[in-house]
């Protein structure tokens, strides 16, 4: 969750116009923002001193801190976003953190698990601490070893000793970046279970919780591997694991530019990622397939016949990535007959789940970082399931612990809330599921080559749903005042009225549930009462096991106890309309593949009715894009 950002400039000594190491930092942070934070702050080497600033509250409030209060200028220096977890969100808690006689200044992201018993050490040592951080005591550890073990000797291996010495004795999840006055054109980092990627310039270098924080300076970016440390100057960048060893990291290139990560012309950025969802499912769907309509999903590097021998699929995620699992377990479970369940993360290894080397795991993460997501996905590894990994980012922690990766290619999302990055979430697990059938032979070639064929009508029926969104939009404006609003579906649309629910609830902070439309009468109606809102999502009347007629009857339950009712149904659906206050219409498309439709007008719906309550739909309270720990 927290943003962080390291840079090392011009070896020669010059300070160029913009790559002041202030400027790259504070620009990194900026681009960092969407990952959720609540303090900020920075610090820099020059002339053998550090010197730190740090807010709580927004970057707006570090930046008129250093107005009022200029740094230095100065070639290396480090910053950092703060989202709390030890100690409130408060000037003293945030980062950076100093130590050494406030010659070391540390930021960390995730969490030191050890940090009780190490802080009793260094205080028994005299250290006096400032905060209510774990941050503080490793920055107190690392100033100890540096001081105390490496006599502050960089012959000795300086900085980058010391920091593989802290990390042998630190526990938990962390990125660590660290910067000394006795080496003035170093960052040292350390990652354990948390991101961190580098960025290579020409004759400057980069450091960042992801690219977004160099993105306008360089594409050029290695993953670094689990337990690995980097030092990099201007020139140079070395890695190491916890232990002194030489490592290696992956270099590859950014392939989307800073562009890519602006409103373009949107008033939020979630506006802009809602009208970007066609080209997230078009460009998620193209490339899968050969000139034969037989599925080539080339990022699956498993032998196929292992995938054969799955007797049972469990999808691991958190969120409304767990919800576009749901979604996926009904058409992996129709497509390919085999078992599927979908299993909260968080959850899943703490109730000694029945696992082998028969399941496949299928962990579903934007980010590719969700701490949650991750240590279930190694425990299904230590149990010897196979793994898959359904993720936007490339190089991430998730796909690359994982046996295989199928990308999502939806860009960049930078609001809190998902939104494109769920309907492609959705379209990579629906081509997992018909590869998987393609393989086991579960349905013919022409079936397949029929439902591509129908996912490739999907993001111009999107487009079209983008195109007549003022009424929806009239409609969430008009509720700003609500204080409940309920959800209902059944099959496939249970999991996006719950997705419907937790967009509300994100962006709007009131109360929103989503039910299957069948329990109403065993308990939820009772919520029922005169002017509540109740959306539904009511299935096509087309196909000889339509649910429709049923899902009308719970409209017309609710809606004689005094419910407002507002419809999401296909076009053509007349019969809707005599239960309804008012009803959005999708284009028709089969039963298994609404969702890509029906989350939109949801999703519209939620960022209206916030937007006219006046919040910043972006970055909701108290939520992180990525959350980097347990």
Request: glycine fraction near 10%; charge should be negative; include cysteine.
């Amino acid at each position: 969750m927290c943003g962080i950002v390291g840079y090392v400039g011009h070896s020669d000594g010059r300070v160029n116009a913009g790559h002041n190491a202030l400027g790259v930092v504070l620009e990194g942070l900026r681009r960092l923002e969407y990952r959720g934070y609540d303090s900020a702050g920075i610090a820099v080497v020059a002339d053998g001193t550090i010197s730190s600033r740090k807010k709580s509250g927004k970057l707006s409030n570090l930046i008129a801190e250093l107005e009022a209060s200029p740094l230095p200028e100065s070639l290396t220096g480090i910053g950092h976003t703060r989202w709390a977890t030890h100690g409130g969100p408060t000037d003293q808690n945030a980062h950076p953190h100093l130590s050494d006689e406030g010659k070391l200044a540390l930021i960390h992201n995730g969490i030191i698990e050890n940090f009780a018993e190490l802080k009793l050490e260094l205080v028994r040592k005299g250290v006096v601490f400032q905060s209510e951080t774990d941050t503080e005591v490793a920055a107190a550890l690392l100033g100890d070893i540096y001081r105390n073990q490496m006599g502050g000797d960089a012959a000795k291996g300086g900085l980058t000793r010391a920091m593989e010495l802290a990390c042998q004795r630190l526990e938990g999840a962390f990125t660590l970046l660290a910067i000394h006055a006795d080496q003035p054109d170093v960052v040292v980092a350390a990652r354990r279970n948390s991101p961190l990627v580098v960025g290579l310039g020409e004759g400057e270098n980069f450091l960042g919780s992801d690219v977004s924080g160099f993105i306008d300076y360089t594409r050029r970016a290695v993953e670094l591997g689990q337990d690995q440390i980097v030092t990099i100057t201007a020139d140079a960048v070395e890695i190491t694991d916890f232990y002194g060893a030489p490592a290696e990291g992956k270099e590859y290139h950014v392939n989307w530019d800073p562009a890519s990560a602006e409103k373009g012309g949107f008033p939020s950025f979630m506006e802009k990622e809602i009208h970007d969802q066609p080209d997230a499912v078009l460009q998620t769907l193209l490339g899968r397939s050969d000139i034969h309509g037989n599925l080539t999903l080339d990022e699956l590097r498993v032998d196929p016949e292992l995938l054969k021998s799955v007797d049972k699929i469990i999808v691991l995620a958190c969120g409304t990535s767990a919800y576009a699992g749901q979604v996926a377990k009904y058409a992996i479970e129709h497509w390919c007959r085999i078992p599927t369940e979908v299993e909260l993360s968080h959850e899943f290894r703490y109730r000694d789940p029945i696992v082998d080397e028969n399941t496949l795991i299928v962990s579903i993460s934007q980010s590719g970082e969700t701490m949650d997501t991750l240590m279930a996905v190694r425990y299904a590894k230590e149990q010897g399931a196979k793994t898959v990994s359904i993720c936007n980012t490339n190089g991430s922690t998730i796909p690359r612990e994982s046996d295989a990766v199928l990308y999502t290619h939806a860009g960049p999302e930078i609001a809190v809330a998902s939104t494109k990055a769920f309907l492609a979430q959705i379209t990579a697990a629906y081509l997992l599921g018909l590869y998987l059938a393609q393989l086991r032979g579960n349905k013919f070639q022409g079936e397949i080559k029929d439902i591509l064929a129908d996912l490739g009508k999907i993001p111009a029926k999107v487009q079209h749903i983008l195109d007549n969104e003022d009424q929806i939009k009239e409609l969430g404006r008009s509720m700003a005042d609500a204080k409940s609003v309920l959800f209902l579906g059944r099959h496939v649309g249970f999991p996006v009225a719950m997705e419907g629910a937790l967009k509300l609830k994100e962006l709007a902070y009131i109360h929103a549930e989503g039910f299957a439309a069948g329990e109403l009468k065993h308990g939820p109606i009772a919520l029922i009462e005169e002017g509540q809102p109740v959306f539904v999502v009511v299935p096509s009347p087309r196909g000889r096991n339509s649910l429709h007629a049923k899902v009308v009857s719970n409209i017309q339950e609710v809606r004689a106890r005094g419910a407002r009712t507002i419809v999401i149904a296909e076009e053509g659906d007349e019969a809707v309309k005599a239960y309804a206050e008012h009803v959005f219409y999708i284009p028709e498309t089969p039963t298994l593949l609404a969702p890509l439709l029906t989350t939109v007008p949801l999703q519209i719906f939620a960022l209206a009715l916030a937007s006219a309550k006046g919040y910043d739909v972006d970055q909701p309270r108290n939520l992180a894009k990525s959350v980097t720990v347990e």
